[in-house]
């Protein structure tokens, strides 16, 4: 006997999940989630109406429960959940979601506010009308069936699909490497196209789209893009713009509303509400008062009521781009083609559509043949015994039973067996003369009927014909207008500032802790019209405050050299006196990372204007700010930033003063901002001053001519100006000049071992020193003694002991 170990052959898990998913592939590509080309209908879509049409559940009866259905579904053809079902079933009843529904549903089948249908125990349905179409002469050996599931039964492959499915009430699904998305079309102008296609099969794609101008969704709406329907057309790829159909009432007392009274296909009308609710709450179009929706028996209505003086037309273009309210639709046509997916062209998709059709009419055609010819059989040998009844008769009266008179009929008078056999089971009142007349009439006009069957057969033409003749009778039966428009061009939408913010002076502080605050000039007077009486939490201290516009931007710059544009009607509005919100809430800022500088921009492109970066580690860069013009609201590179260095200060210049450094251990070095070439947004900039070890850059700023002083102070608040002729401009990178004199020793009192801080002194200003231990001391820049580059300074800070000076800020003003 052999080991079990040889009994098992070594299998590769790459080999064995390549096969299993490989095969799970094939089935969710085929039998699930891609509709097939000839009937439009996805495989659960296919089960559930045929159950429904196999059990009469027709538009003709009283409606049945969903249940039911689900239940025959699942039972016979689909060995899947119930969810799978109803849910199939559901968006199949759903007149937004489908242009022609499929299912007649009675009871909640949901709503456009993507509220769920009831549960499948409550709700009936019933084929619709249409849906007939699609099974029309299944019975009549049109179409291929297979075994179910488990053998017990037959179930169509496709079904007859007597219009152009696929195209009428698109599809949308996604499977393992293949996705779809078809839109609906209209159902009238879809057979002309496939008409015109079987009339003409060289026809050009512009030719087809004369009939067929685009897709018509359920929804309505406006489509944008003769050119992405015509690549999508083409290809099976292409991008459409879809708005919803809007108009602006003027009411009464100068005001306006934005009525809205179709929206994009697809679109939770709910959530879109929603959203332009939220664009009123957050603020970010100044002039929205209400938005209510109103829609109900009338069809859908949302109003949006405006301010009084508000732009309209401003606010709608603002709501078209950043809410639903208009949507890009993409094209994505895969189906089914001889069992594997295919992305296809309109006119590929029409022609697989009459290929079906003519083997779905030539298969009919073949079973009335048959049925025809059978009867015509029949009614011929009725006919001839009729007319040598009295001998007929007598043979039958002469036989011994049923199967001798049969045989006897067939020897004696050359019938054939059928023929007999129909003789035997005629009833005596057919012997009458109108009977007799009425057979003869019945087999003239079955011999007409047959000729009729075989020339559809014989000839091409007649076979299009028939088909034709049936697409233009469901076309005038179920045809129905176009509810979207069609617009060649796309409108671009410009949303300018001036139309969404009122134009507005306002105050923007920030505070050392991160605190930031809008603030109008009605608030600021009313809190008594003091700058430097803003409110911030204790031990917090404003550190930029600027007068700026409610249509101006702030650049906003991160120690990690991030920037941010944050326009400043973004910026929440407090009153002067509350400390404001963490700038955190208002901009997305990195963990650990800091602001760096805030720069108010009015106008992107002035000539000339660079924006200046310098490092800890002595890093310059200049980068013209036209660059920093976005549309993006999240984190975007302002500067390339060394592991351990960070941005120490960003300004805005104009590269025509020059450019002072001062460092930690006090050497400083100036140099023209010409000498820094422009560079790249993304750039990391040149060396601006050569550093010791352990040394870094403090302080920055520009200075210009020979006037004025530049003031060191150190942590232990000793400080002196010297006079800015003192500091020669030097080429940029090199070592610098000192500009304090540490005082070392025993037995003196020590003035301090790093600069806290450095500023350009043109005129008197207060200054704020901010201690480790959280004390707050201001004093003047005059109090400190002009003096030479290298002296000690004076005392300008009192300090408690063991306390010292971590930073310094020019007082707001």
Request: hydrophobic share 40%; aromatic share 6%.
């Amino acid at each position: 006997m052999s080991s079990l170990s040889e009994q098992f052959l070594p299998a590769f898990l790459e080999e064995v999940v390549g096969d299993r998913f490989g095969r799970y592939s094939k089935y969710i590509i085929q039998d699930r989630a891609i509709p097939d080309v000839r009937d439009g209908l996805k495989p659960v879509q296919r089960r559930i109406l045929y159950a429904m049409y196999d059990s009469g559940n027709t538009p003709d009866k009283p409606y049945r429960k969903s249940a039911k259905t689900v239940g025959d579904v699942m039972g016979n053809y689909h060995p899947h959940g119930d969810s799978s079902i109803y849910e199939g079933m559901v968006r199949m009843a759903q007149p937004w979601k489908m242009g022609h529904v499929l299912v007649d549903g009675h009871g909640n089948w949901g709503s456009m506010d993507d509220d769920p249908a009831a549960a499948m125990r409550y709700t009936e349905a019933r084929l619709s009308p249409i849906a007939m179409e699609m099974m029309r002469d299944i019975e009549k050996r049109t179409v291929l069936f297979k075994d179910n599931f488990d053998n017990t039964a037959k179930e169509p492959v496709v079904v007859p699909s007597r219009y152009p499915n696929l195209l009428v009430n698109g599809t949308s699904g996604i499977s393992a490497g293949f996705a779809t998305e078809i839109p609906p079309h209209n159902l009238r102008e879809t057979i002309d196209a496939c008409i015109a296609v079987m009339q003409k099969p060289e026809i050009e794609l512009e030719e087809i789209m004369t009939f067929m101008k685009g897709p018509d969704f359920p929804t309505g709406g406006l489509i944008m893009g003769g050119d992405g329907i015509m690549d999508a057309y083409r290809t099976g790829k292409g991008r459409i713009y879809l708005r919803s159909k809007t108009e602006i009432e003027n009411l009464r007392g100068g005001k306006q509303q934005i009525v809205i009274t179709e929206i994009p296909f697809q679109v939770v009308k709910s959530r879109l509400v929603t959203a332009m609710e939220n664009i009123r709450l957050e603020k970010k179009v100044e002039g929205i008062a209400e938005v209510r929706d109103e829609s109900g028996r009338e069809g859908l209505r949302i109003v949006i009521e405006l301010k009084k003086e508000a732009d309209a037309q401003g606010i709608l273009a603002y709501l078209l781009k950043k809410t639903d309210l208009q949507i890009t639709y993409n094209f994505n046509m895969v189906a089914i083609v001889n069992k594997a997916p295919q992305q296809l062209g309109l006119k590929a998709i029409l022609e697989a559509y009459i290929a079906h059709q003519r083997e779905v009419v030539t298969h009919r055609t073949q079973f009335d043949l048959e049925r025809a010819e059978d009867r015509a059989h029949v009614l011929e040998g009725l006919v001839k015994a009729l007319n040598i009844l009295d001998e007929v008769i007598a043979a039958i009266k002469a036989s011994k039973n049923r199967q001798d008179a049969q045989n006897n009929l067939v020897w004696m008078f050359g019938f054939s067996e059928r023929q007999a056999d129909s003789i035997l089971t005629l009833q005596l009142y057919r012997l009458t003369n109108l009977e007799i007349k009425t057979l003869e009439k019945e087999l003239e006009e079955t011999q007409k009927k047959i000729a009729a069957l075989r020339s559809i057969l014989e000839s091409d033409k007649k076979l299009i014909g028939v088909i034709r003749k049936e697409l233009m009778e469901i076309r005038d039966k179920y045809g129905i207008d176009r509810r979207s428009d069609i617009q060649v061009e796309v409108e671009e939408l410009k949303v300018s500032i001036e139309a969404l913010v009122n134009a507005e002076d306002v105050l923007v502080a920030l505070s050392g802790d991160g605190y930031i605050k809008r603030t109008s000039m009605l608030s600021f007077t009313r809190s008594g019209g003091e700058r430097n009486s803003s409110g911030v939490k204790e031990g917090d201290y404003i550190t930029n405050l600027l007068d700026v516009n409610t249509r101006d931007s702030l650049l906003v710059f991160t120690r990690k050299g991030q920037y941010f544009l944050l326009p400043v009607h973004q910026i929440p509005e407090f009153k002067w006196k509350d400390p404001g919100t963490a700038i955190v809430n208002v901009i997305g800022l990195g963990k650990g990372d800091g602001i760096s500088g805030i720069i108010p921009i009015g106008n992107f492109e002035e000539p000339d204007q660079s924006l200046f970066f310098i490092t800890r580690k002595g890093q310059v860069k200049r980068t013209e700010l036209k660059e920093y013009s976005t549309s993006r609201s999240g984190a975007i590179a302002a500067c390339k930033v060394g592991a351990e260095d960070e941005v120490l200060s960003v300004m805005l210049s104009g590269g025509d003063k020059d450019l002072m450094l001062v460092t930690k251990e006090g050497m400083s070095i100036r140099f023209r901002e010409s000498e820094v070439n422009p560079m790249g947004r993304v750039a990391a900039g040149v060396k601006g001053i050569q550093l010791r070890e352990g040394d870094e850059v403090v302080s920055c700023f520009r200075v210009s001519d020979d006037e004025g002083e530049v003031l060191a102070v150190t942590e232990l608040g000793y400080g002196k100006r010297s006079l800015l002729l003192d500091y020669m401009p030097q080429s940029r990178g090199g070592k610098g000049l000192p500009t304090f004199e540490f005082k070392e020793g025993k037995r003196v009192r020590p003035n301090g071992s790093h600069i806290a801080g450095a500023f350009y002194c043109r005129e008197p200003f207060e200054l704020t020193a901010i201690t480790r231990e959280g004390a707050l001391h201001h004093f003047s820049s005059e109090a400190a003694p002009i003096a030479e580059r290298r002296s000690t300074g004076k005392l300008l800070v009192p300090l408690e002991k063991k306390d010292e000076i971590i930073s310094l800020q020019i007082s707001v003003k």
